[in-house]
């Protein structure tokens, strides 16, 4: 039998191929994002030192995102950040299974390791190009 996960609120964006990037809409949600609803192998992004949402990179299984495709869920990450009206952010990404809750951390709160800085300027894929 499975379990009932609670499913946080999200803002979802769809990308080409089939990919998907999700971001949180409060703390609770971005721990409930990172925590449980992504898979290890998903990317993970936040911007740099700046409050904002957990946005998580979801596609097709065995796929890996293309350079289009981490930069569109890096610039969700920005827009969704308080840089939104910054010209570039740098955001973070890493693979899901690289964030974890330190203990007693309020929600939103995660450590994370093996980061890599993308700076990208804010933007909804639907936006992008238009």
Request: charged share 25%.
């Given at each position: 039998m499975k379990e009932h996960?609670?499913?946080?609120?999200v803002w979802t964006y769809t990308l080409p191929g089939g990919w998907e990037a999700l971001a949180g809409k409060t703390d609770a949600d971005n721990d409930i994002l990172s925590?449980?609803?992504?898979?290890?192998?998903?990317?993970?992004?936040?911007?740099?030192?700046?409050?904002?949402?957990?946005?998580i990179l979801q596609g097709p299984v065995g796929e890996k995102a293309s350079t289009e495709l981490i930069k569109a869920a890096a610039g969700v990450a920005a827009w969704h950040s308080?840089?939104?009206n910054a010209g570039t952010v740098p955001v973070s990404c890493t693979?899901?299974?690289?964030?974890s809750k330190p203990r007693g951390a309020k929600p939103g709160t995660v450590h994370i390791k093996r980061e890599k800085t993308i700076k990208v300027r804010p933007a909804l894929p639907d936006q992008a190009g238009s």
């Open positions: 996960i609670i499913e946080p609120e925590l449980k609803t992504a898979a290890p192998n998903d990317l993970w992004f936040h911007a740099h030192g700046l409050p904002g949402s957990h946005v308080k840089a939104r693979e899901a299974r690289n964030v």
